[in-house]
């Protein structure tokens, strides 16, 4: 079964727009990742946060946490058409760090 | 894509035929997975390993068994093949010391 879902399931935007993607998800965690997929590709970290962390910045990136709803966004700022790509929540679950249970995935379109 | 190999990378077989899809890797991790990826399920665990020999079963381990027998190769093994394990089956290592996955390139697997 699932534990993180991607909402939206595909977003279409244009270069230089902002896109973000959200995650729920349904236990307590330790920990929160969000993933890149390129077509044809095997998924890419992008970025962790803890779940004692609010915030987190990578880059264009930033990533946000909040126990209280179980939820995370992604947010991907000037967005490129390089960016077009699947992104992935995954979590730790109930099992501990060492399974992730990924989401279905968000498709995102960076138009030129 | 951090020192991970899957091998084939593409295998058309026919139902009842029996198919193993190996993973290398030289980065000498303890955790090794196999997940399956299709079309609106996302990416879901098959079996994963903690240590030469020792393994455990994933969401979706039914018609699939794994070994390990030396660090760096992990065999996922399709006793008889099925159509409903068609699929892209992606190979990962859990980083040292870390909660993030690497993922190997993906093994595209047509069984008609």
């Known amino acids: 079964s699932q534990q993180g879902e991607e909402d939206p399931q595909a977003l279409s935007i244009q270069e230089g727009e902002n896109a973000t993607m959200n995650c729920s998800y349904k236990?307590?965690?330790?920990?929160l990742q969000w993933y890149r997929q390129n077509s044809g590709r095997g998924l890419v970290h992008l970025i962790l946060?803890?779940?004692?962390?609010r915030e987190k910045h990578s880059g264009r990136l930033r990533v946000t946490l909040d126990t209280s709803k179980k939820s995370s966004s992604l947010l991907i700022t000037a967005s490129r058409a390089a960016d077009t790509a699947s992104y992935f929540c995954?979590?730790?679950?109930?099992?501990?760090?060492?399974?992730?249970?990924f989401g279905k995935g968000t498709k995102l379109t960076v138009n030129p | 894509d951090a020192g991970i190999t899957q091998s084939p990378r593409h295998k058309v077989t026919e139902t009842g035929t029996p198919v193993t899809l190996r993973c290398h890797q030289t980065?000498?991790?303890?955790?090794m997975y196999w997940y399956r990826q299709d079309p609106g399920h996302g990416l879901r665990l098959i079996h994963y390993?903690?240590?030469?020999?020792?393994?455990d079963k994933g969401e979706v381990s039914d018609g699939y068994s794994v070994s390990r027998s030396k660090t760096e190769d992990f065999l996922l093994t399709l006793e008889s093949a099925t159509s409903s394990q068609t699929s892209v089956y992606f190979c990962?290592?859990?980083?040292?010391?870390?909660?993030?996955?690497?993922f190997g390139p993906g093994t595209r697997l047509t069984v008609l």
């Open positions: 990962a290592i859990r980083g040292q010391d870390t909660d993030t996955q690497y």
């Open positions: 236990t307590s965690i330790n920990n």
């Open positions: 946060i803890r779940s004692n962390e």
């Open positions: 995954a979590t730790d679950g109930q099992g501990g760090s060492e399974k992730l249970v």
């Open positions: 980065e000498n991790h303890r955790y």
């Open positions: 390993s903690y240590g030469v020999k020792d393994t």
